[in-house]
Each structure stands twice: as structure tokens, then as C-alpha cells.
């Protein structure tokens, strides 16, 4: 089972004259391994830069290049439309879009679309943060499109600057959030994921093997559901989600500190984090000779989950319970013992859903609540985690 937001959704791709046009090909790839239908409209300045037999093969349907060729598809295509996305978008576009030109496929579908419309810029960074065009943005803006801000690098021509058309990662990720049901809208949600390090000299630590997968995933479902979304992680090789307040921190101590600071006016707390449960009593502050390793005085770490729900005022909080082994028992003793609210409950010596993969087998675990899960995505495990909540808080 995956979640897949852009599963029979429509997109109306515009693709205008900039040299960016040609990472349209991918964008199409990308959109329907995901599971969507692309229709594509050009302006003729973009038959320049990618010839449409490129993005008719890669999409498996007609592009359209010419308002007069089939002079009802202005008309057709937005109306079957879910989303417009218009990547790369040029400042001679945007300048058309603003005024409400219609004498090309993308001009005319904008002023025939009845939904959300993105605009992925690409141009130079001059022409980018000219006046002109960034008064149009702000009218476009104004209209409701979202903007996908350009990146900052070297350009085309060679300058260095924001113009160069968003990741196109980023672009997918805004065009999910784009299209997910927004239940989660007014809610302020804190995540914690991977794992955390104590330190024992400069060069070595205690960790565990959490890649922070699950957290992160979380993070990425609330957000696309409407929420506002606090990820506080430890040290991963993820690079942080999209459109998140990100609170990167090492040790448990830090990871506790950071999430009280976060926790005001939050209505949900998800610890997915792996928090090592030791330290060391006495961390170096130079490398230690491997014959001094034989012994480590520890003590135990912050119990943050403890902690946070035994507060008087605080959030709703999930937790979770990773095992070697069916431990169901174990996950309702945690659920007890440390007050949680709810409890996600994995079998980590399961096949394809212990640590590093990207797929989990989850029970979620809360009163009155026993639910066992097949083999998922972690975006589709987050998303179950969020409708059960979403159950108890109505």
C-alpha cells in the first residue's frame, strides 16, 4: 500500500520558452510514476527550447502548441483539469498572465482554470527581481496562484543568482501539498525523528540505527494535509522536507530542550525519534585511547515522552514502539506507563520494515484501539496515524 496524492489527478502542465523547458520531460516522468494524467499546452517560444513529440511521447497524450489547431482545448483542458502547473514559467509570461492576455495555449487555459495553479519561475536573476516582475508575482499572488521560488546558482548565462527554475523535487512536493485534503489546517504539529548521539570523545558516540525515515515522512504528510509542522531530528542523512520549520539537534538533552521550546500552542506531539537511553557520565574532550574504551560509566538519558505527558497542559502525543519481535504487550505498558495518548507498535526483525527501508508493518495502539497494518509506505503509515487522530480528536 503507498500514498500516492496525485493517483488519477489530472495535471495541466504549461511549458514556456526558457531554457528550463527541458527539464519538463523528467517532470512529466515523475508526475505520472506517481500515478497522475498529464496534459501539456506550450507557448511557441517553448517549441524552441524541447520539441512537443518529446512531451507527447513522454505524457502518451496530444500536446498543444497552437490556440487554433483545436479551438476548444483552451476550454477542455482546464475544465478536466485538478491542477495547472506551469513550469518553467518566464517573466514574458508572467507579465501575460498578470494582464490577462489569452493569445496562447497557456495564457488562454489560465484565464479558463477554475483551481490551484502554480508557477515555477526560471529566468535571470535581473529580470527576476526586476520591479516589473516581481509586482506581476505579486499579482498573481493576489489571484491565489503559488509561487515555487527559483533557486539560487549559476545561470544559463553563466551569472549566479535566484533564477534557475525550483528542484523539481520541491516542484512534485508543492504540487502534492497542492492537491492533499487539508484536514490537518489550523493544527501545529511537532515531530521528532532519527536518532540521537551522546557524546563519548570528539570521534565517537552512542547512537542507534534510526535513519529517521518514519519521522521524516510524518513531517512531510502533515504539512501536505494543511498542518503547521516543527521537525525537530537528529543527526540523519535526509535532507529536511519541504515547506517544514526545521530544528536540527544532536543529543537527547538537546532534543528534549528543543522540543519544550516547540511545544507551546501545539495540538500534537509525534515522537518518532529513536532517543538513545544512555550517555555518558563523563564525554571527553579529546580522543580516548582504545584501552580506556574497556569501561563506560553511563547514566540514563532524559525520558522525553515521559516528561512531556506528565504535563499538566500539553498536546495530544503518539509515540512509538519499535521491538524485535511481536511485543504488543510491551507497546500497551509504554502506552500506560508513560500517559501517551496513542502508540505505534513495529516489529523491526520483520522483513522490509525494520530500519533504513522505507516500508513498515504498524499496529496503532490506543483505548479502545487495536489496529494491525499491512505492509506500507512510511508516508502511507503517517497517514493512518493521522486519520486515527484526526478519529479521537473529533
Known amino acids: 500500500m503507498n500514498s500516492s496524492t496525485l493517483k488519477n489527478k489530472t495535471i495541466l502542465l504549461g511549458v514556456t520558452g526558457g531554457i528550463a523547458a527541458y527539464k519538463s520531460a523528467e517532470l512529466i516522468r515523475k508526475l505520472k510514476k506517481e500515478g497522475a494524467s498529464v496534459r501539456v499546452v506550450m507557448t511557441e517560444a517553448a517549441t524552441r527550447f524541447i520539441p512537443p513529440l518529446t512531451l507527447t511521447s513522454l505524457s502518451g497524450e496530444e500536446v498543444y502548441t ?3 489547431s483545436s479551438p476548444m482545448a483552451h476550454i477542455e483542458l482546464p475544465r478536466e483539469a485538478d491542477l495547472f502547473l506551469i513550469a518553467p514559467v518566464t517573466a514574458n509570461t508572467l507579465s501575460r498572465l498578470a494582464s490577462g492576455a489569452a493569445d496562447d495555449m497557456v495564457s488562454a487555459c489560465f484565464l479558463a482554470f477554475k483551481g490551484p495553479v502554480l508557477l515555477a519561475p526560471a529566468m535571470n536573476w535581473r529580470m527576476y527581481e526586476h520591479p516589473a516582475t516581481q509586482k506581476n508575482l505579486k499579482t498573481l499572488k493576489e489571484m491565489g496562484c503559488t509561487e ?6 549559476e545561470l544559463a548565462c553563466g551569472e549566479h543568482g535566484s533564477g ?3 528542484d523539481l523535487e520541491i516542484i512534485l512536493e508543492e504540487v502534492r501539498i497542492a492537491l492533499s485534503k487539508k484536514d490537518l489546517s489550523g493544527k501545529r504539529v511537532v515531530v521528532t525523528a532519527g536518532p540521537t548521539r551522546e557524546q563519548i570523545d570528539p570521534v565517537r558516540f552512542i547512537s542507534n540505527r534510526s535513519s529517521g525515515k518514519m519521522g521524516y515522512a510524518l513531517a512531510r504528510v502533515a504539512r501536505r494535509r494543511g498542518a503547521e509542522v516543527v521537525l525537530i531530528s537528529g543527526p540523519t542523512s535526509l535532507n529536511p522536507p519541504h515547506s517544514v520549520e526545521f530544528v536540527q539537534v544532536e543529543s537527547a538533552e538537546q532534543m528534549y530542550k528543543a522540543v519544550l521550546d516547540n511545544l507551546k500552542g501545539a495540538d500534537l506531539l509525534v515522537m518518532a525519534a529513536a532517543v538513545a537511553d544512555f550517555r555518558v557520565k563523563a564525554p571527553s574532550s579529546v580522543k580516548r585511547k ?3 574504551l574497556r569501561s563506560l560509566e ?3 538519558t532524559v525520558d522525553i515522552l515521559e516528561r512531556i505527558a506528565a504535563l499538566k497542559r500539553r498536546p495530544f502525543v503518539i509515540g512509538f514502539s ?3 519481535g511481536p511485543n504488543i504487550a510491551t507497546a500497551n505498558r509504554k502506552l500506560k506507563d508513560k ?3 496513542m502508540v505505534v507498535f513495529n516489529d523491526v526483525s520483520q522483513k522490509d520494515a525494520g530500519f533504513e527501508s ?3 508493518r504498524i499496529v496503532i495502539i490506543a483505548r479502545g484501539l487495536e489496529k494491525e497494518y499491512p505492509l506500507m509506505s512510511k508516508e502511507a503509515c503517517a497517514e493512518v496515524i493521522f486519520d486515527h487522530y484526526l478519529e479521537f480528536e473529533s
Not at 148 to 153: C, E, H, L, Y
Open 66 to 68: 497552437d490556440m487554433f
Open 298 to 300: 553511563l547514566l540514563p
Open 322 to 324: 519499535a521491538e524485535t
Open 164 to 166: 534557475r527554475m525550483a
Open 358 to 360: 522505507d516500508t513498515n
Open 148 to 153: 515555487i521560488p527559483p533557486d539560487k546558482g
Open 339 to 341: 500517559k501517551m495518548d
Open 290 to 292: 582504545k584501552t580506556s
